[in-house]
T-cell receptor, first 114, second 115 residues
Framework: KQEVTQIPAALSVPEGENLVLNCSFT??????LQWFRQDPGKGLTSLLL?????REQTSGRLNASLDKSSGRSTLYIAASQPGDSATYLC?????????????FGKGTKLTVNP | DTAVSQTPKYLVTQMGNDKSIKCEQN?????MYWYKQDSKKFLKIMFS???????INETVPNRFSPKSPDKAHLNLHINSLELGDSAVYFC??????????????FGNGTRLTVT
């Protein structure tokens, strides 16, 4: 059974700092890994999707890496801004019980202080 | 706007009642999902439909019944509501299912409170 863990559960940084969020998963037979952002009272917004054959994806100040063999992914945020404050969730897609499922971690709550 | 929209945004009801949550997407996706986010913010899949066909049915009580009249709609009906059903329910959609690499698009959630 796939389990996704995100560390730390919460992170507070001053504006302008570069930071890394971590995600680990137990079953390396994944189709893809996705990073989402969730703002309070809102749904999830997809940030980056890394296919199992890829090692990283970049979008603006965000860079996500994937090391499938070790079951790890990182989300790097450069030059953080107060608007980056949100909960960041990692999710992996793999096959379980004959169905493809997206399994989520519990998220890292990021606070960027001005 | 192209989006996943679900209604209502808030739902407060008493134990034992029956309620429905509606979801619609205009993204042209063929796969839709219901997720439940509990008080600890843990997001877990409940159901998934691909082209109106039920694909995933997690260990969810029979009181929960999804219905997909067409590819763009996936509704969730809940019978005999219990206190433990209080949570935020998210609808999502994606393009393709098997082996697909389409990111999920989420609605803004329905906060259900059972009193």
């Amino acid at each position: 059974k796939q389990e996704v863990t995100q560390i730390p559960a919460a992170l507070s940084v001053p504006e302008g700092e570069n930071l890394v969020l971590n995600c680990s998963f137990t079953d390396s037979a994944i189709y893809n890994l996705q990073w989402f952002r969730q703002d309070p009272g809102k749904g999830l917004t997809s940030l980056l999707l890394i296919q199992s054959s890829q090692r990283e994806q970049t979008s603006g100040r965000l860079n996500a890496s994937l090391d499938k063999s070790s079951g790890r992914s990182t989300l790097y945020i450069a030059a953080s801004q107060p608007g980056d404050s949100a909960t960041y969730l990692c999710a992996v897609k793999n096959s379980q019980g004959g169905s493809e499922k997206l399994v989520f971690g519990k998220g890292t709550k990021l606070t960027v202080n001005p | 706007d192209t989006a996943v929209s679900q209604t209502p945004k808030y739902l407060v009801t008493q134990m034992g009642n029956d309620k429905s949550i509606k979801c619609e997407q205009n993204l042209g996706h063929d796969t839709m999902y219901w997720y439940k986010q509990d008080s600890k913010k843990f997001l877990k899949i409940m159901f998934s439909y691909n082209n109106k066909e039920l694909i995933i049915n997690e260990t969810v009580p029979n009181r929960f019944s999804p219905k997909s009249p067409d590819k763009a709609h996936l509704n969730l009906h809940i019978n005999s509501l219990e206190l433990g059903d209080s949570a935020v329910y998210f609808c999502a959609s994606s393009l393709g299912y098997t082996g697909g690499n389409s990111p999920l698009h989420f609605g803004n959630g329905t906060r259900l409170t059972v009193t």
